[in-house]
Nanobody
Framework: QVQLVESGGDLVQPGGSLRLSCVIS????????IGWFRQAPGKEREGLAC????????PYADSVQGRFTISRDNRKNTVYLQMNSLNPGDTAVYYC????????????????????WGQGTQVTISS
């Protein structure tokens, strides 16, 4: 059974940091890419980052470049999203999702070709 479970979302002040976790089961990270996406109320889902099955990291979304870092720990079956210098524009529900081996070209969009998704974790940036 394929499963992805996000955790780590919280309420933080502007300028703060969070690390989100995506714990996967039912497959191995060696053969799948994992992307991070987010969706704010009234806005379309947007892709932020992706790491492929070989551990390669694709370019980040412009909105998070230099602030967010994707990484993985295969032994823990976990993919992380380290988020620094958070601002109110980062407020959203954050999702991780799976794609076969490579990140593809939609990982910065809605991720329509990612085949399995977590339920999301809420990140709120507010003073």
């Amino acid at each position: 059974q394929v499963q992805l479970v996000e955790s780590g979302g919280d309420l933080v002040q502007p300028g703060g940091s969070l690390r989100l976790s995506c714990v996967i089961s039912g497959f191995t990270l060696d053969y799948y890419a994992i992307g991070w996406f987010r969706q704010a109320p009234g806005k379309e889902r947007e892709g932020l980052a992706c790491i492929n099955g070989r551990g390669g990291v694709r370019p980040y979304a412009d909105s998070v470049q230099g602030r967010f870092t994707i990484s993985r720990d295969n032994r823990k079956n976990t993919v992380y999203l380290q988020m620094n210098s958070l601002n109110p524009g980062d407020t959203a529900v954050y999702y991780c999702a799976r794609r076969s081996l490579w990140c593809g070209n939609a990982y910065l969009g809605r991720g329509s070709d990612f085949d399995s998704w977590g339920q999301g974790t809420q990140v709120t940036i507010s003073s």
